[in-house]
């Protein structure tokens, strides 16, 4: 068997030691991991990287205003505001209470209870009364509907005194599906059926429910809302008027998570709570930074940006500030949180993996000689 001289043979293996051990330093910048650093020009190039301090802080809360007032600008025109004035519309199938006073042929004709009946609208919308001959009464309001008795029936009766009212509401409806208590069918009633006052009708939303992404169809159109602006910044822009076959959807909030990452005690997927989640909010909640191996000055949040590079925002925990900056920072749903290693940690783990191959060869070395 062929094998190298003594000499020539300690030579090879401290040669393979050395470009081992110069392996090993040049690639401390390339450690195993994932690694990020505010300083590195690779970094500044592929994201748009920025510093979270009260400047940043100040135009992010801007941009969010100003997202939200476009929102409520480029609303549809058919979808209305809250505090638009609205008045119930007579429709098909909806039963409707006439009393004539002084009048109870007209008011319960053939009945002999004291209980007060009523006329259901005809399905074209008409409607038959005494004197008054066939009428359309679909479309119209409660007020609209007297006026047009009064003036039929002042041909018989002087001064006729009419009441009309809708006693029961089967006309319209919106449906309501997704994370509500109890989900269905809810009847447009004279009460402004208010997107709020829909859910609340349905029971109101889950544990689940995501309020921020809640959608509203529209014949061939899908308009999303952002409900928590309403419940948490009191913006009424967020609560529209809804119309008869509207379909409501209450996502779950499985998709609407912050996640966080790195040198954190619990690696975590946070589901978004009710109202905002701050940077404070998702290190605490993953248990806070690893005080053993997080670089306190390297911590990131990662946002997806509509733009080519995503937005990195660095935040230098191990200044005196960095815990008050941290719960003004408003995360938003798929954000990303990393907690960079402390650099002497990252040494630590290159040599544990490269030890044992230096452990090999030394022992190989030692070995060879022996035998020799």
């Not at 997202?67 to 025109?77: C, G, I, Q, S």
């Not at 209450?250 to 975590?268: D, H, I, K, W």
Request: with cysteine; aromatic share 6%.
């Amino acid at each position: 068997m062929h094998t190298l001289p003594p000499a020539r043979h300690m030579s090879y293996f401290r040669l393979l030691f050395v470009h081992l051990l110069a392996a090993t330093l040049a690639a401390c910048a390339h450690a195993p991991g994932m690694t990020l650093d505010a300083g590195s020009d690779d970094l500044k190039a592929r994201a748009n990287l920025q510093s979270i301090d009260a400047p940043t802080l100040r135009q992010l809360q801007s941009d969010r205003r100003t997202r939200l007032a476009d929102e409520a600008a480029a609303l549809p025109a058919a979808f209305r505001s809250s505090t638009a004035r609205y008045d119930y519309l007579v429709a098909p199938q909806d039963v409707v209470r006439i009393t004539v006073w002084n009048q109870p042929e007209l008011t319960n004709p053939a009945n002999t209870t004291t209980e007060l009946s009523g006329r259901v609208v005809n399905s074209d919308g008409s409607m038959f009364f005494p004197y008054v001959g066939k009428f359309q009464a679909a479309g119209l309001t409660v007020q609209d509907i007297r006026a047009l008795l009064v003036k039929g029936l002042s041909r018989v009766i002087k001064a006729p005194q009419v009441d009309v009212s809708v006693l029961q509401y089967r006309g319209q409806r919106v449906y309501v599906s997704g994370e509500v208590r109890t989900p269905g069918a809810v009847p447009v009633t004279d009460v402004p059926p208010d997107l709020a006052d829909v859910i609340a009708r349905s029971g109101g939303s889950t544990a689940e429910a995501d309020l921020s992404a809640v959608t509203i169809t529209r014949g061939a159109a899908t308009l999303r809302v952002n409900l928590q602006a309403l419940y948490y910044n009191g913006d009424g822009r967020a609560n529209l008027r809804l119309q008869n076959g509207d379909i409501v959807n209450v996502p779950e909030r499985r998709f609407a998570r912050v996640f966080v990452t790195g040198e954190v005690l619990r690696q975590s997927a946070l589901p978004m709570p009710r109202g905002d989640m701050t940077l404070a909010d998702a290190l605490a909640d993953a248990g806070g930074v690893n005080p053993l191996s997080a670089n306190a000055g390297q911590v990131f949040v990662i946002r997806a940006s509509s733009e080519p590079k995503p937005f990195v925002y660095h935040l230098n925990a191990a200044a005196p500030d960095a815990l008050l900056l941290a719960d003004q920072f408003v995360l938003q749903a798929r954000d990303v949180v990393y907690v960079d290693t402390a650099p002497v940690v990252r040494w630590s783990r290159l040599i544990n993996n490269v030890l044992p191959s230096a452990s090999f060869l030394r022992d190989t070395w030692t070995d060879n000689r022996i035998i020799r």
